[in-house]
């Protein structure tokens, strides 16, 4: 069974303040990943999506991959409020999908 | 302008009906899926559609079953309705099944209860 870990947290960081979200995972043939962002009651949306090892950065987020450690993370520098959300790790190979249980974080004004 | 569209937003109905959540996307993308994110929010992949090619994920009943009359739609319909068939039904889409550019995007869910 491949498996997506992620702590459920919550995770609370002030305003302000770098979020740091993990994940690792069983598969090392897992070829793509990607973090979602996903308010209760509404759908994932896509956040960051990285294929190589190394760092990746959109605005206030960086995604991190280690592949040879099977380990994605999150940056979220600047805490917002509106950032508060479960995030959730995604491993992809081939068509297949797995996502982790999400990470709930809490950015407190 | 949505990109991933799916009706209805609600379904209740009782155990042993038949249903069917529709999807539609208009993003030009050539793959489609159905996820079941349940009352513990896990989200889990049921199937993945590329050019005919289904992909099942082996622990989906085969009451489930996909159908895709063109490439912008991947309807989803469930026979026999149980209980733990409660949840929500996401519909999502990317624009290659594999490798780069394939990140999903999703629709605005579908949340089924079964009574």
């Known amino acids: 069974q491949k498996e997506v870990e992620q702590n459920s947290g919550p995770l609370s960081v002030p305003e302000g303040a770098i979020a740091s979200l993990n994940c690792t995972y069983s598969?090392?043939?897992?070829?793509?990943f990607f973090w979602y962002r996903q308010y209760s009651g509404k759908s994932p949306e896509l956040i960051m999506f990285?294929?190589?090892?190394g760092d990746k950065e959109d605005g206030r987020f960086t995604a991190q991959l280690n592949k040879a450690s099977q380990y994605v993370s999150l940056l979220i520098r600047d805490s917002q409020p509106s950032d508060s959300a479960t995030y959730l790790c995604a491993v992809g190979r081939g068509q297949n999908f797995v996502f982790g249980p999400g990470t709930r974080l809490s950015v407190l004004p | 302008d949505t990109a991933v569209s799916q009706t209805p937003k609600y379904l209740v109905t009782q155990m042993g009906n038949d249903k069917s959540i529709k999807c539609e996307q208009n993003l030009g993308h050539d793959t489609m899926y159905w996820y079941k994110q349940d009352s513990k929010k896990f989200l889990k992949i049921m199937f993945s559609?590329?050019?005919?090619?289904?992909?099942i994920n082996e622990t989906v009943p085969n009451r489930f079953s996909p159908k895709s009359p063109d490439k912008a739609h991947l309807n989803l319909h469930i026979n026999s309705l149980e209980l733990g068939d409660s949840a929500v039904y996401f519909c999502?889409?990317?624009?290659?099944?594999?490798?780069?550019?394939?990140?999903?995007?999703f629709g605005p869910g579908t949340r089924l209860t079964v009574l």
């Open positions: 559609y590329n050019n005919k090619e289904l992909i």
């Open positions: 990285i294929y190589s090892n």
């Open positions: 598969d090392r043939g897992s070829q793509s």
């Open positions: 999502a889409s990317s624009a290659r099944p594999t490798g780069s550019y394939n990140e999903q995007f």
